[in-house]
């Protein structure tokens, strides 16, 4: 399957994932100027930069063969697909109570307060794939201007 890897050595630290991954996921997916203004704080990215301007990496999910956030979700809500691999959140199932987070060994899961301050949710990376790049590579591998994030095959981790 493939999956995407930060190399920390070429990360500018210019956090042009983190828009393009908000704009992927908001209404208006990949225009920016409408997912910042219209959406405003109700849409989250669910890639995030981790560093300084001497030493940033994002911190993406790398869709675990053995998912430990699957295996610690007391809602189901966490899931892996048997077939493509990859392992997403369902938002209507979380309970919010951040097992997820604590047992995510690259720390890529992100707990934000829900719509209408109901519970807080799970969110991290389904690799969206935008189109705008190779075919179906996701929106903040394109976006990145120096390659620090790639998507490619890989083995299960």
């Known amino acids: 399957m493939k999956r995407i890897y930060a190399i920390p050595e070429w990360c500018v630290n210019c956090r042009r994932c983190e828009v393009a991954c908000k704009a992927q996921h908001s209404p208006w997916p990949g225009n920016i100027v409408k997912a910042f203004t219209l959406a405003g704080d109700e849409i989250y990215n669910r890639v995030r930069v981790e560093g300084d301007n001497i030493v940033s990496f994002a911190a993406n999910c790398r869709h675990c063969a053995k998912p430990k956030c699957v295996e610690g979700c007391i809602s189901g809500a966490m899931q892996r697909d048997p077939e493509t691999g990859v392992v997403t959140s369902d938002p209507s199932r979380c309970v919010g109570c951040r097992t997820c987070v604590s047992m995510c060994p690259f720390g890529a899961i992100t707990v934000v307060p829900a719509p209408l301050g109901v519970k807080p ?12 790049g190779a075919p179906g590579e996701p929106s903040c591998v394109t976006a990145c201007p120096n390659r ?3 998507y490619v095959e890989s083995e299960a981790m």
């Open 121 to 132: 949710i799970a969110l991290k990376c389904d690799l969206c794939g935008d189109g705008a």
């Open 148 to 150: 620090a994030l790639m």
